[in-house]
């Protein structure tokens, strides 16, 4: 029975494998499988012809200088008794591509307790001398069966590949590989989930470093992390900031991985991406508001416990001194019942603002809730003294504010309490403050003028709005 090869001829021409040999092996599978014969002598030309045609094998004489001429293909198979040949790299610009052929070696019996191995390092397979019509056929079955074992065993390997590349190009996550055996880790393949999640094309970035997507974030933790990890040559899941090539940034979270060959080098590094740039958001979001107030983006109560508590540790270690100034403002019910609510969340913003814009970075401006305002001061000098903000405070807060269409000027009552004297605790110190503003609210002594809206503009039943101050 023929042995008949070449079930998958597209797919096999450009597969590349090793199996067995130091070199690259290539099994040419073609619509109609044939034997490239190179012997010198006539006689055994035309035996192998003969066992090739025995086999259900084409045939081609490649001593002819006209063979290549009328060959529109390298062999599969290549039976010679010559150490080189049209099959080796320096001559293959005769043919019409450039895969090895599996060779069969001809030569002279070897002397006894002489090694049979073939001399030739691509050579599969040797027949001695003298040929036997029998024995040559023999012999190319056992290379076409190796050929065809090759046929069945890496067709199913492309077909498994191509299954796996649109897998690739199919997934939701961006995928890139890189080449180990570079310094610069060039990336070899990006999937089409990659080239639409950072707007860059895959002939773009192959080549490249994909240190391009950090921008200038070069210094992020996580870039150092990727980096230790490459070095030791270990798995990493980082989330770091990276750039789109229109420029915009996005969080990604970045599962790397190393490939290995069969010795256990690593050859490529796999990374696969996925943009959680709203995962991030909304986490900072929480984040943000378990600190902050919704409303005017002060610390909350909470925050203001933890940032006070910690100057008055700083203060210990330095024998400094730490203020806090409690404000509530005046009539602020009959702005939210007169103008509504609107114009009295206005009126907490514009207060907010103005405490931000006369404190220091470092100083904690906090909203309580309702009315009320806190603001702790650290590294007191002599030219910023507690009273002297908290006075800069109280004016700022009373400068005519528009709300709503409304113009009114805001006031508010302060009571400032100072570390150590009026407590060595976070609540003491707040207390101390809060008792001082509520005195300083009550007590009409207290009490430094009153500002009325304009008269030429009764705009609101309001009567008036207080500034008051207590220490």
Not at 107 to 120: C, G, K, L, M, W
Request: proline share 6%; aromatic share 6%; with cysteine.
């Amino acid at each position: 029975m023929a042995c008949r090869i070449g079930k998958r001829p597209r797919l096999f021409r450009a597969l590349n494998i090793r199996e067995g040999f130091d070199r690259a092996i290539v099994v040419c599978m073609t619509e109609q499988d044939s034997v490239g014969v190179f012997v010198a002598k006539i006689a055994e030309r035309d035996i192998l012809h003969a066992a090739a045609l025995a086999c259900g094998l084409r045939s081609v004489d490649l001593s002819s200088p006209t063979s290549t001429a009328s060959t529109p293909h390298l062999p599969s198979l290549i039976v010679t008794d010559q150490p080189s040949g049209p099959w080796e790299p320096a001559h293959r610009s005769s043919f019409s591509h450039h895969d090895a052929p599996m060779l069969l070696e001809v030569r002279d019996p070897d002397p006894p307790n002489v090694s049979t191995s073939p001399s030739h390092e691509a050579a599969a397979f040797v027949l001695h001398r003298p040929l036997r019509l029998d024995s040559a056929a023999s012999a190319l079955k056992q290379a076409a069966a190796l050929m065809q074992s090759f046929a069945d065993r890496h067709g199913s390997m492309i077909d498994d590949l191509d299954h796996c590349r649109r897998i690739f190009d199919s997934v939701s996550n961006g995928i890139t590989v890189a080449d180990a055996n570079d310094p610069e880790l060039p990336l070899t393949y990006v999937n089409p989930t990659f080239e639409r999640m950072t707007g860059y094309s895959a002939s773009e970035v192959c080549g490249r470093s994909c240190r391009f997507l950090q921008g200038p974030d070069r210094d992020q933790p996580a870039v150092a992390q990727i980096r230790n990890a490459l070095d030791a040559g270990k798995d990493i899941r980082v989330t770091l900031r990276n750039y789109r090539k229109d420029g915009t940034p996005f969080w990604n979270e970045l599962y790397l991985s190393t490939i290995r060959d069969h010795k256990g080098r690593i050859t490529h590094f796999v990374g696969i991406q996925n943009d959680v740039t709203r995962q991030v958001q909304a986490t900072d979001q929480l984040q943000f508001l378990a600190h902050h107030d919704p409303l005017t983006g002060l610390a909350n109560r909470a925050f203001l416990a933890t940032q006070l508590e910690q100057a008055l540790q700083r203060a210990h270690r330095s024998h400094g001194t730490v203020a806090v100034l409690y404000f509530d403002l005046d009539k602020f019910k009959e702005v939210n019942d007169t103008l509504g609510h609107a114009a009295g969340d206005q009126l907490l913003l514009v207060v907010a603002e103005r405490l931000r814009s006369v404190t220091r970075g470092g100083e904690t401006v906090a909203r309580l809730g309702g009315d009320e305002f806190v603001v702790v001061l650290e590294d007191i000098t002599a030219d910023r003294q507690p009273a002297t903000v908290m006075r800069r405070l109280s004016d700022r807060i009373q400068e005519t504010a528009n709300i709503l269409g409304t113009e009114m000027r805001p006031c508010a009552s302060v009571g400032m309490a100072v570390y150590p004297q009026d407590g060595e605790t976070a609540e003491a110190l707040l207390k101390s403050a809060d008792f001082k503003m509520y005195f300083a609210k009550h007590d009409s002594h207290a009490a430094l003028g009153r500002q009325q809206y304009p008269e030429q503009q009764p705009v609101s039943p309001i009567p008036h709005l207080v500034l008051r101050r207590g220490i």
